[in-house]
């Protein structure tokens, strides 16, 4: 009995702080392929494998560099996979003008092909590691480059990331030598935004990008874990199709009788509408990001945000609803929040 606890002490102390495992603990997701083809290969297609990708990957995948810049003057991009990339000198630090020094826009977005600012002519070191990265410790300089703040064992999000160092497990294949998260929080660690806590912060109409557990902590889901509805190796838009289905049935069937039930669009077009932000807004109340706050408040009056001032510093927060004109007007442009409003109140008691 004793000597069990011990156990569990040990593997509790050494899976939840890896950084304290030794960096050769931890094998590469390479090396879980033989055994986990299926979740290696959903793995690749997500977007945490990508999250940091050096020069040599990067160049193959077509993207555009910022003014003046060849592939030679690269040594990382970030991200590139689903929504924008950004790039990394030779000496480490994310670029923020073209190559000779001037002004120019150094963030490529993917869905529309333009580029954004982003942080314009400042030296800006790569300090994103907590949340990019394999077994991130904030010590010392990745590659020996200047501008790369902290060392890891892998770049991108890999297997041990979330499962911890893979060793022990290879010497002895079984459950007992590999941990498993299910909380949201194992997520939420870097799907997150000043904390964990139910305030999403905004900034220009819209939320900002990666907030989900802000959200959902904010929403009415808040007690339900992310892999409730999201196989975790799998791209979001591979979710399933009917996965309000299978905890709200009543509404989906009644639901799929009505003139927008019918013509096909999906729960999430009203209760996840594109209220966040990452690198484009398309429209007015149309950003990228889908919301995970899902309750709708049908008051025409209601307000999406609010500010809260802190030692003489103003900061924009979501509430916990999603309004109309975000929830209905992508759709119904020529509309506005009154109508909306007067549509919405018992949607799903209409036919
Ligand atoms: C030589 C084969 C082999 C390799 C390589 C391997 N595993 Fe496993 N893995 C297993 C076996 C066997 C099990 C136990 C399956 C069972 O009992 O259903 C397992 C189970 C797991 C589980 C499920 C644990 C649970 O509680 O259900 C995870 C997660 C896992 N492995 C992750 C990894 C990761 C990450 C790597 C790479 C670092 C890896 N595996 C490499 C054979 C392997
Ligand atoms: C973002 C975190 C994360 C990453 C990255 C990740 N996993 Fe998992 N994995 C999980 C979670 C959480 C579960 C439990 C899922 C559940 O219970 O529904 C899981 C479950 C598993 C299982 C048990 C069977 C299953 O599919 O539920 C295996 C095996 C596994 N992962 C292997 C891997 C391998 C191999 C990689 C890398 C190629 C990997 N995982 C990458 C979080 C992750
Ligand atoms: C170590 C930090 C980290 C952890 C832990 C983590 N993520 Fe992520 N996640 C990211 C980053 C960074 C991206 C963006 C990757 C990219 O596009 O380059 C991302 C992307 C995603 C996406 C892809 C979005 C899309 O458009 O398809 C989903 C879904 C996702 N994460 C879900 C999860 C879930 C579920 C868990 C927990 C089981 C989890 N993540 C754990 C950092 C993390
Ligand atoms: C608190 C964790 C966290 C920090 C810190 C963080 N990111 Fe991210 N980042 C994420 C997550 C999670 C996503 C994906 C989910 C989302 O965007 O809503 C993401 C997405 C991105 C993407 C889009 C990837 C793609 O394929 O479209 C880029 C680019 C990016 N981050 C760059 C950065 C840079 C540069 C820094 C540091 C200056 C940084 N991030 C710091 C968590 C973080
Ligand atoms: C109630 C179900 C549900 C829960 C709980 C949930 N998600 Fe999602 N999530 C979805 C659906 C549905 C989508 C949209 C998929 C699509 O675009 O087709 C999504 C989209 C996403 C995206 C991509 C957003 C975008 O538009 O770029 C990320 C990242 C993500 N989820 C992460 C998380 C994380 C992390 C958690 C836990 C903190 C979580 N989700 C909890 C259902 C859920
Ligand atoms: C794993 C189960 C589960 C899934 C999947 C799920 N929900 Fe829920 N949902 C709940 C629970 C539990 C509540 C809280 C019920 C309550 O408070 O009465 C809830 C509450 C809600 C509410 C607020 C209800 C109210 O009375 O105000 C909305 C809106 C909602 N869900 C929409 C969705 C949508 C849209 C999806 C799909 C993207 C979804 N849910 C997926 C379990 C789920
Ligand atoms: C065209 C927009 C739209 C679509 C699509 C939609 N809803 Fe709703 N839903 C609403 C609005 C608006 C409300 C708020 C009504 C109110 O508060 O009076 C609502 C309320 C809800 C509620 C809580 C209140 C209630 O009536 O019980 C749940 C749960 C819900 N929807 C689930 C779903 C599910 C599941 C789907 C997909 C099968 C879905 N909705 C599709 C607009 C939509
Ligand atoms: C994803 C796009 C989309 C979203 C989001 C959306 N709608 Fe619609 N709506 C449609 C389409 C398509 C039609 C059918 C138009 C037609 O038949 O001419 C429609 C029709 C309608 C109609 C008239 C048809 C009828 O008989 O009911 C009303 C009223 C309406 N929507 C209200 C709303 C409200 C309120 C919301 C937000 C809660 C909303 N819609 C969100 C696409 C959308």
Known sequence: MEKKLLLLVIFGISFSLPSLALANDYVGSESCFECHAEQYNKWQASGHPWKLRTADKARYAKLPLPPGYAWD???????????????????????????????AKTQY????????????????????????????SPEG??????????????????????????????????????????????????????????????????????EQINELKAGVHKDLNCIDCHNPHERAILTSKDICAECH??????????????????????????????????????????THIFKINTD????????VEEKGKKTLF???AVTVEYTCL????????DWAAKHAKNFHAMK
């Open 141 to 210: 300089h990745q590659d020996n480059l200047e501008g790369m703040i902290g060392t890891w064992a892998e770049d991108g999000i890999s297997c041990e990331e979330c499962h911890g160092p893979g060793m022990e497990h290879l010497r002895k294949p079984s459950k007992e030598t590999i941990k498993i998260d299910t909380t949201a929080d194992a997520c939420g660690k870097c799907h997150q935004r000043g904390g964990m806590g139910p305030e999403p912060p905004a900034k220009g109409g819209f939320i900002r990008h990666h």
């Open 300 to 307: 025409a009056n209601a307000e999406m945000f609010k500010e």
């Open 330 to 337: 992508s759709c119904h442009g020529s509309r506005d929040k």
């Open 249 to 290: 049935d009543g509404i989906a069937q009644s639901y799929a009788k009505t003139t927008h039930g019918e013509q096909g669009t999906g729960c999430i077009e009203c209760h996840m509408p594109k209220a966040g932000k990452s690198a484009i807004s398309v429209a007015s109340y149309t950003g990228d990001v889908r």
């Open 73 to 103: 003057d690269i040594s990382y991009v970030i991200g590139g996979a689903i929504k924008k990339a950004r790039y990394i000198d030779k000496q480490g630090y994310i670029i923020t003008t073209a190559k000779d020094g001037s002004e």
């Open 318 to 320: 979501a509430k916990n």
């Open 109 to 136: 977005n993917l869905e529309d092909g333009s580029w954004s600012f982003y942080h314009k002519g400042e030296k800006k070191p790569y300090k994103c590691g907590p949340c990019h990265m394999t077994a991130y």
